[in-house]
């Protein structure tokens, strides 16, 4: 899917902060929470754990990036078979965070580049990562079909208890597949 490359956003703004994180899973939950408010999916890039390095944490657009065609025999075979047809969202979205971590085992947030060049989904439904379920959202799914309730249920209870939950009714019955 190819986007209008004169599409710009900037959300420099809502993604700069001076708060200081107590740990990296605070870092990450905060800038998915301002990410999902505007429509926008934020992932980990690129993770460093230290290792005689300052930890770091590179947080990007679910749309950075450009697809890789990951079938080792897409050259020999281009002869034998029709190249498949793709689609993807990838579209080399430049938006980046940084997540550093200070002396005291606090976390700080700068933003690296905070222009998208794609606008925001209007619907983050069918979105496979913010779909997912929480631990405390999984907790409560097991508890509620060990009662029986059912998965229709289930979604209307996860959607009272958070307003900004997305997760489809697959997602129900994949994670029941799961968890038994």
Known sequence: MVEDSTCVMDYTSEFTTY????????????????????????????????????????????????????NKNSETQTDKKRKRET????????????????????????????????????????????GRLSQEETSLLVDLSKTMVRPKEILSTLKQNDVLNVSTIKTIYNARQIWP
């Not at 460093?48 to 749309?63: A, F, P, Y």
């Not at 940084?98 to 794609?118: A, E, Q, R, Y």
């Open 87 to 130: 689609g993807t969202k990838k579209c080399g979205c430049p938006f980046a965070l940084k997540g550093s971590k200070l002396p005291n085992d606090n976390w700080m947030l700068t933003v690296f580049c905070g222009v998208h060049n794609h606008p925001a989904a209007k619907h983050l439904e069918g979105h496979s990562f913010v």
């Open 19 to 70: 708060e200081i994180f107590k740990n990296r899973n605070a870092l990450c939950n905060w800038a998915r929470d301002v990410g999902r408010r505007n429509g926008l999916v934020i992932v980990i890039k690129r993770s460093d754990s230290g290792s005689g390095r300052k930890e770091r944490v590179t947080l990007g657009c679910e749309r950075g990036g450009h697809y890789r065609n990951m």
